[in-house]
């Protein structure tokens, strides 16, 4: 892999132990800024500040404080959180296999890539292994002061480890409320479907790029030749409360493209 590794750990189920390197499988690729004064155009720096004295606060002099539900501030120092950190560790341990599917895709997170970490026979076991089975591993590792969960899975052939969100920060289906049942407009229920029939297609990502990113991107660099930057909001589209109008407007539309 050309990706440099980023953490080593060896995954590890019943009494077999795998060596492997971590490597991302994702990037940001957000544009980040840096805050000028608007006077002079030079950079500043963020300061925390007491808001009852107006003294600035050295970092080192800050602790963490947590609101309770009640409106109570508990503070807590660094000490007493490295404290609750858990135990460092490289092994990677691998709790149960399950059938492809059995985790919803809410559930993933963040993806990374698995190599060897010098057992080949070991790692491409692994990879034989999980793609003859065709099952998904979950796992629960520790990796920068930090414990994760995550599913263990093959993806085009390479072994993939993704973490996993944590069940308290998922959202119940229930709140949405009950899902609609009864009568539907037959009318509007096969122009839908012929709509969506005629935009099957296969995934192209390539089509799908984070456009503000590049507007961004382009007008730093307009502004850095000289260029004037005329300055205009894309009109927003007008919703129709006609569903059967909108469906035919998109079937007319469909057919002539």
């Excluded at 499988?25 to 004295?53: C, H, I, M, W, Y």
């Excluded at 089509?207 to 502004?223: A, F, N, P, Q, T």
């Amino acid at each position: 892999m050309t990706v440099r590794a980023m953490w080593k750990g060896v995954v590890e189920f019943g009494s077999v132990s795998v060596p492997v390197k971590l490597y991302p499988a994702v990037e940001n690729r957000s544009v980040s800024f840096r805050l000028l004064n608007r006077a002079d155009g030079k950079p500043v720096r963020q300061v925390l500040v007491n808001p009852k004295t107006k003294a600035i606060v050295e970092h080192e002099d800050s602790e963490r404080g947590f609101v309770t539900g009640a409106g109570e501030l508990v503070s807590l120092d660094g000490s007493e959180l490295e404290s609750l950190e858990p135990e460092a560790s490289r092994i990677i341990e691998v709790t149960a296999f399950l059938p492809p599917g059995s985790i919803e895709y809410r559930w993933y997170l963040h993806p990374y890539y698995l190599g060897p970490d010098g057992d080949d026979d070991a790692y491409f076991t692994l990879v034989a292994a999980l793609g003859r089975d065709g099952l998904e591993g979950v796992a629960r590792w520790v990796m920068r002061d930090k414990e994760y969960a995550g599913a263990l899975r093959l993806h085009r052939g390479y072994p993939m480890l993704v973490t996993l969100r944590n069940a308290e920060e998922l959202l119940p289906l229930d709140d949405l409320g009950p899902v609609r049942e009864g009568d539907l407009d037959e009318k509007q229920l096969k122009m839908a479907k012929q709509l969506i029939a005629m935009l099957a297609a296969d995934f192209e990502p390539e089509k799908y790029e984070d456009e503000y990113r590049e507007s961004v991107l382009d007008l730093i660099e307009r502004k850095k030749r000289g260029a004037s930057v005329k300055k205009s909001k894309p009109r927003a589209k007008k919703a129709t409360a006609d569903l059967t109008s909108a469906l035919e407007k998109s079937l007319s539309g469909s057919a002539r493209g």
